[in-house]
């Protein structure tokens, strides 16, 4: 007698095996029902937690055919013991590439308006401006800021972006911003009257940033305020020295400096 195999579904109705692949930390993967899209942060005993690029995380089951990866259907599995483990985002909170070699710096640039926003700037998007190939450079402040632009000479190929502390409607930051209209030159700013009180509070270990009277000088005074040293470079790495991540940072120049690296980077369009 024949030997008839006890599955009986026809072979163009079977699924198609899909590739087994170890949810190390680092990998970005996509669950197809919920449309979440983070990092492998953790993998247990039949689950996996995901952090999305704004911190979120989501703890889903690790099922067959659970997952896209790169648009294709994969299975996670936990990874073998003793896998190395990898931090799964840079401090700006993108993906980290392991072993990624720096970029020859492109002709674009970013400017800031002083020696602490660049090192902000390089705290918190170091990893990113590498890999990208950008420059920041700082400028001591914006009032020669078109002529700046216009020695720069930004075209197509080299793009500059700018940060301008304090841009807000009516002030001379936003007049000085205005006058530049070059197409391939981007000024941005943040609201904030300096760099310092775009850290939160929260992470330097203060209520808030205090009020500083008109016509003295802010970083001066918020020293005086908080019973700091009157040195304000000190100051400012005791600030910095808290910034771990962008956690760390108000939205309002997360999305800010996002979009000069945005700007900048962008591909030639004809």
């Known amino acids: ?14 699924p198609k095996p899909v590739p087994e692949v170890p949810a190390d930390p680092g990998l970005v993967v996509e669950e197809p029902g919920t449309g979440f899209c983070g990092a492998v942060i953790r993998c247990e005993a039949g689950t996996v937690t995901l952090e999305d690029r704004f911190g979120k995380h989501r703890v889903f089951p690790l099922e067959p055919r659970g997952f896209l990866l790169e648009g294709k259907v ?13 931090p799964s985002r840079t401090a700006s909170g993108s993906v980290a590439v392991p072993g990624a070699r720096a970029r020859v710096a492109r002709a674009g640039r970013i400017y800031v308006e002083g020696r602490h926003d660049a090192e902000l700037v390089e705290r918190v998007w170091g990893d990113d401006l590498r890999i990208e190939g950008v420059v920041v450079e700082y400028l001591e402040g914006i009032d020669d800021l ?39 030159a981007l000024v941005v700013g943040h609201p904030y009257i300096d760099i310092w009180e775009a850290v939160k509070p929260s992470s330097v270990g203060i209520p808030a940033w205090p009020r500083v009277p008109h016509g003295q000088d802010w970083k001066t005074g918020v020293c005086r305020a908080l019973g700091w040293p009157e040195n304000t470079g000190a100051a400012w790495q005791h600030i910095l020295s808290h910034v771990r991540s962008y956690k760390d940072l108000e939205p309002e120049l997360l999305g800010r400096v996002e979009e000069l690296i945005d700007f900048v980077t962008a591909p030639e369009t004809a």
């Open 1 to 14: 007698m024949r030997q008839y195999s006890p599955d009986l579904t026809p072979p163009w109705k079977k």
């Open 146 to 184: 078109p002529a700046i632009v216009a020695d720069f000479a930004p075209g197509p190929d080299a793009r500059l972006g700018v940060l301008v502390d304090h841009l807000v409607p009516g002030t001379k930051e936003s007049r000085i911003a205005d006058s530049v209209t070059s197409n391939h």
């Open 74 to 86: 994969v299975t996670l599995v936990r990874p073998a013991a003793g896998a190395p483990v990898r």
